[in-house]
């Protein structure tokens, strides 16, 4: 039997709205919502010379696998710069800024390159390959001072997660995969892979588009 894919990656339209943050500058970045601990939100703006990025985290349901055992009944995925994404009745940056919730971390400092971290769970059934989820769970501003990434905390929940480093190597990203650590058993087992792409080269292999699409390998 086949094994089952399962794609939750952005479209070619988000990474090239990526793409077009390189060589700008960044300015910093808020949400009203933003908790101050630990730099989670259910979304952010980050504010660069090329313009504001909002990127915010969204669920939905995956019928296709409901029931499948090691799989979360709802998968997350980025929204880059929606418009039906809102704040009744509050203008958001008024109220992050009078929270104190606009920070300025690494700002002034170029945007040398966007990357993609993107990870891949599989399920073994008695050691028979049955599905591959591939997905997101990271993007990475590489600048020329550090770098800082707009992280998923889970691949089940729409909270997102700043973290930041003084260099693309001590930068430390949340592990989103580790809801599968409790599901191993005789019966079940799974295997998880993380990558990370340039935008510019996951657009070069049109690696994109392929959002809640599932075929069969």
């Known amino acids: 039997m086949d094994a089952k894919m ?14 077009r943050l390189r060589g700008s500058v960044i300015k910093d970045f808020w949400d009203p919502f933003l908790d101050p601990r630990h730099l989670t939100a259910s979304g952010v703006v980050i504010n660069t010379s090329a313009g504001p990025l909002d990127i915010a985290g969204e669920t939905d349901e995956l019928g296709v696998w409901e029931g ?17 994404l809102g704040y009744p009745n509050i203008d958001p940056w008024q109220e ?8 300025k971390f690494h700002s002034g400092e170029e945007i040398l390159d966007v990357q993609i971290e993107r990870m891949t769970v599989s399920q073994f059934h008695f050691g028979e ?3 591959d989820y591939e997905t997101d769970s990271a993007i990475i501003l590489v600048l020329s001072g550090g ?29 989103p995969d580790s809801w599968w650590d409790h599901y191993d058993d005789l019966e079940f087992q799974f295997t998880r892979k993380r990558e990370r ?11 994109g588009d392929a959002v809640h699409s599932s075929n069969a390998e």
């Open 6 to 19: 399962i794609k939750n990656v952005m479209t070619v339209e988000d990474l090239h709205v990526l793409a």
């Open 68 to 84: 499948d055992k090691g799989w979360p009944a709802e998968y997350s995925r980025f929204i880059l710069n929606s418009t039906n």
């Open 96 to 103: 992050a800024k009078k929270k104190g919730f606009i920070y």
């Open 129 to 131: 390959h049955t599905w």
């Open 147 to 175: 770098a800082l990434a707009v992280c998923k905390v889970g691949l089940g929940t729409e909270l997102l997660r700043i973290s930041m480093g003084d260099s693309l190597e001590k930068l430390e990203l949340p592990q």
């Open 197 to 207: 792409f340039s935008v510019s080269e996951l657009l070069n292999t049109g690696d």
